[in-house]
């Protein structure tokens, strides 16, 4: 069965460190990969998506992740993390064709002023 | 870019009760809208699809008789919890397929049945 773990279940970090999260899925076949966002009360907002080429991908607020197909993993980073992205953070996976999302457990980052 | 509206953000019901949470695409139809199911510290969970105009398709364990689905409209699906129990307490969220690649998801409905 397909799955996606994300390895950080909580982070906590002070303002300007730099931030990893780690995403694995499971699946042989062709996927889209996804990181979403999601600050309190609010809708799950698309960070970025890796689809086909270049498997490093820029986002919004400064976030960009990695695909490396060999490891099936999609890493979440941004050099230096603000107050302002404390959320919640999902990385997801379709399979090519579908809207039908596999996600992961989710981490809960926490920045520190 | 597209809005889902999710609605109630949250609902408190006594169990035995049934509960409706609304799904709306609200600048863009969507004849096809997903329901996810997230109990704590686990994944959000695909529960089922909703087919405008016809019945909807339910993944693997979920009972469709208590998780009733209607898509009405173009931009409409609901989410009938029937018969609530504590352990149907969670977090619910829909979401509806944009035009490229991605869909987009509600802002979620936390039930919590007491």
């Known amino acids: 069965a397909q799955s996606v773990s994300q390895h950080n279940h909580h982070v906590i970090l002070s303002e300007a460190a730099s931030l990893e999260l780690g995403c694995n899925y499971s699946?042989?076949?062709?996927?889209?990969l996804f990181w979403y966002v999601q600050y309190p009360g609010q809708h799950l907002q698309l960070l970025l998506k890796?689809?086909?080429?270049?498997?490093l991908v820029k986002g919004i607020k400064g976030f960009e992740a990695e695909f490396i197909k060999s490891k099936f993993s999609f890493n979440l980073r941004k050099p230096s993390v603000q107050w302002s992205d404390t959320a919640e953070y999902f990385c997801?996976?379709?399979?090519?064709?579908?809207?039908?999302?596999?996600f992961g457990t989710g981490t809960r980052l926490k920045v520190l002023a | 870019g597209a809005v889902v509206s999710q609605h109630p953000s949250w609902v408190i019901c006594k169990s035995g009760t049934s509960v409706k949470i609304e799904c709306r695409s609200l600048?863009?139809?969507?004849?096809?809208m997903f329901w996810y199911r997230q109990f704590p510290k686990q994944s959000l969970m695909l529960m089922a699809t909703?087919?405008?105009?016809?019945?909807?398709?339910?993944e693997q364990g979920v009972e469709k008789d208590k998780f009733l689905i209607n898509h009405a409209s173009l931009t409409l699906s609901t989410l009938t919890v029937t018969s609530a129990h504590p352990e149907d307490s969670s977090f619910y969220i829909c979401?509806?397929?944009?035009?490229?690649?991605?869909?987009?998801f509600g802002q979620g409905t936390r039930l919590t049945v007491v």
């Open positions: 979401s509806a397929p944009g035009l490229g690649t991605e869909a987009f």
């Open positions: 699946y042989g076949g062709t996927v889209n």
């Open positions: 890796y689809f086909s080429g270049d498997p």
């Open positions: 997801a996976v379709t399979n090519s064709g579908t809207y039908k999302y596999i």
């Open positions: 600048d863009f139809q969507a004849t096809t």
């Open positions: 909703s087919n405008e105009g016809s019945k909807a398709t339910y």
